[in-house]
């Protein structure tokens, strides 16, 4: 079985963000805020582009176990990622604003386009749902 390329490394978050330009720079800073809050965890970079929150063991269907983090994000040139227990907001998403979903992903391009507080409801439940599985 192919191992799992995502991982926690040694990057510091604060040159990951530092590396952002400034408008991208300031929705990633109310984002890690905003999920440290949500999970009482320090972040922690999975990789060279996604800020983790958390630590889990996680069992697929077939049996194959990981650790991954419960809640995370990544600036992307298109769009910020934000990985989430997607499934379980379904009511939350038609309040949140101009996004896209993808499998376990949540898509926006800046954090003024969306209902920052429903936002905050997502990660909290997004949370709670990652930590009961």
């Known amino acids: 079985m192919a191992e799992l390329k995502t991982k926690p490394t040694e990057i ?8 952002l330009d400034e408008s991208k720079k300031s929705d990633a800073k109310i984002l890690l805020q905003m999920m440290e809050e949500s999970t009482e965890e320090k972040p922690v970079m999975w990789g060279t ?17 990981i650790d ?18 997607i499934s379980i907001n379904q009511e939350e998403f038609d309040l949140l604003g101009k996004h896209e979903k993808g499998v ?19 990660i909290k ?8 599985l």
């Open 68 to 85: 991954y983090f419960l809640i995370g994000f990544s600036v992307r040139k298109k769009a910020i990622t934000l990985y989430l227990s």
């Open 125 to 132: 439940k997004s949370v709670d749902a990652a930590k009961n």
């Open 49 to 65: 582009s996604i800020i983790g929150f958390g630590n889990k063991k996680f069992k697929y269907a077939s049996g194959r176990i």
């Open 104 to 122: 376990g992903c949540l898509y926006i391009k800046k954090l003024e386009d969306i209902n920052i507080d429903v936002l905050m409801d997502i």
């Open 12 to 19: 510091d978050v604060d040159t990951y963000l530092n590396s």
